[in-house]
């Protein structure tokens, strides 16, 4: 117990002497730099947060009343002086035609008639009445006596006005009870039909269409013209033609005559049909309400006013119309609706993103600053989008722009340019398809916005991931937006063939949609790059100069180190393109990943010169620490000289946690007191494991390139097998278990590593030496040899 507690004090006091020799540095300024940093990157809690602040802003844009504030007031006749689409399908009532409408419904109904109940019994009385007047005439006239009718009674003086011929004729019939009874018959039948009277008759249009009721308003006859109704001297006729058939044909005409004119007096002028006005004013009426008004429906897009239009008065009543509309869309109701719709469908989306990156972008979940990174483009770009539809809202109306050009101005493809660079592809086209579908819901669910959006995401997202250059970069989301907008346009032409207007707009907008898009792509990215210091390939490429500060010190203070460096990044490159992964990332991460090396290049092999080791003075803790220490001094140099996080990276994990064989082999074999074991963790860098694709090449490159220094005369096969024993042993300390490389991409990298070392480590001929002239007349440095000696002869 008490040789361990020595132990342990004495290996701290010998990293306390070597810290102030200078031997091995300090983190403690890494570790104020960035603890707030780590904890901020694990922490759940943020990570949680920062969705929960894209949820609100998404729930926000989609519930923010948008409606246009109509503030013109327009008079009849004037000229309007905007143009007003309407932003939604809007209908109204045409007064006039649904007037004309009602009008024709009150016109077919037909008009109800009353039939007399008492009619019959009135002809009845007055035919009795009749005919015994005929018969007391008769009576009277057989027997010589002249008949005189009495002034009081119709009756009498009406049979007075027959002559004797007629009365002769009617005799028969006033004296037959069986005749009496057929002419009875004949007269109630024409009176149950109905008789108008002629001057109703008269007063109504021809096609004038009737009803016939009973007392208790019952349809006694269904709807028929008015003009096929008998008046009373039609009904006369009748009544005359169907009596006469039962007399002999010799007194017919006579009798004809006869019962015309008194079936005439029975039946009066006037019929036996009563107008009901009461009745026809109520089915009328409700005719008039069941007829339904006539509706004008206009389209969203479509023109409510348009500018230099003389307005009359159903234009302005049509304006007030959509306005009420307008706001009745943003009262409170529909506006609680609209806040618990919106939520749902953000949630909604918010969850399927979250399981989307947790399957195919893992990375992301586990890093606050990437969800931090995606988080914040996607509430800036919905963001933007609703600030150009809320521009576009205010300017459109004043320059005639139909409002479905919004669609084809809103930068939808901004999220997947940007995630496209600054992340990757797969979670660039989920990005793009997330801001597609708010500002879909934005512009009232428009699905032409959302597939827009889709396949603009995912044509410009792919063009722009492998940019090299901004310059590049600008070029090809400005090319690929435009190009992709005008060819998505060829279908949208179709449908507004009656505008053609609107294809001049659209055409034109494209390009600024595309150039917009470039330009505020370009510009965030800038800011992303500094904000959330991640690195594009444009960055990483500016990093490739080997001008840099820290590269040039590498060539002149440790120009073995240099040279190393420029040897893996070449192998870190070709493995990156054959497997797929970043091969500018990859080069770059190489070219730092030593530089730790400069705070004591003289103690690192491939700088030492004179061949002398430094290290044979110093105990093998030491030169273990010292060897273990340029991790540590690169990762502070790197912080010191604002490298990239991804380059900080590679430079801790690539030894990951290695171990210093050839020191710990030497303080193994150097122990004195082989009762205490050496601890091996003590010789093992700290860590952590290479896990991104690029680190892990960085890290196989450098054991490799390393170890191929060692071989005599190196061949493919003796490379190979190097290359092989390298892989198996990092495999089998586990120095790969975190690593995001396939066996499948470990045997490209193999193969690659092995081509690319050939070539490198490729044998040269020996060139034959000229025994006979062993110094070389042209040879300048031996020409200006002798002329210094002649000079330094003649002074």
Known sequence: MFSSIRSFISKKWKQREMGRKGLIGSRRRLKSNETFSSLAERSRLLGIFILAVVWCVCVLVLVIPNPKIISISLVPLQRSPVSIFAD??????????????????????????????ESIKEASVISKDLFDEIQKRAILEKGGQAYIPKDDSKISKFIGSFDKNHISELVQLAQSPEQQRNYMGQLTDVLEAGIISQKEKDSQPYGRKIRIIDTKDRIIKEVFILANTPTPSESAEKVAEETIKYFSPGSKEALRKALVKITSFIIGEKGNLVYNEAITAENRKAAEASAPPVMLVIKKGQPVITRDQIVEKEDIRRLKLYEEDLKSRTASVNFWRQLLRSSLISLFMMVITGIYLYHVHPE???????????????????????????????????????????????????????????????????????VSIITAIMLDNSFNLLMDGLFISCISGFFVRHSSNYRSFFIRALMSVTLTLIIMDISFFWEVRETPKIIYWTAGISVLNGFLTAVLALILLFIFESLFQVSTNMTLLTLCDYNHPLLKRLQLEAPGTYHHSIMVSTLAEQAAQEIGANPIKARVCALFHDIGKLSKPEYFTENNIAGESKHKELHPRMSSLIILNHVKEGVDMALKNKLRKVIREAIEQHHGTDLVYYF?????????????PIEEQEYRYPGPLPR???????????????????????????????????????????????????????????ESFVKTLSTMLHGRIAYPKDENNEEDEDDLFMAAKKVSATEQEST
């Open 364 to 434: 992301v979940i586990k890093s606050n600053q990437k969800i931090w990174l995606i988080a914040f483009a996607a509430i800036l770009c919905i963001l933007i989008n609703y600030s150009v539809v809320k521009f576009f809202n205010v300017f459109s109306s004043d320059f005639d722009i139909p409002p479905i050009i919004v669609m084809k101005l809103v930068p939808i493809a901004l999220l997947s340019v940007l995630i496209s660079a600054l992340i990757g592809l797969r979670a660039a086209v989920y990005g793009g398809l997330f």
């Open 692 to 750: 991104e694709k690029e680190v892990v090449l960085v890290s196989l490159a450098d054991a490799c390139e390393a170890a191929s220094r060692t071989l005599q005369k190196p061949t493919p096969n003796k490379i190979d097998a190097l290359v092989w024993e390298i892989f198996r042993k990092r495999i089998r300390d586990g120095q790969l278990d975190d690593a995001e490389l396939t066996f499948g991409e470990l045997a490209k990298v193999r």
């Open 664 to 676: 710990f082999k030497r303080a193994v074999d150097e122990n004195p007191d082989k009762n205490i």
């Open 88 to 117: 939604f399908q809007f209908e109204y009532e045409d007064v006039e035609q649904t007037k004309e409408k009602r009008d024709a419904a009150k016109a077919s109904i037909p008009l109800f008639y009353k039939t007399n109940p």
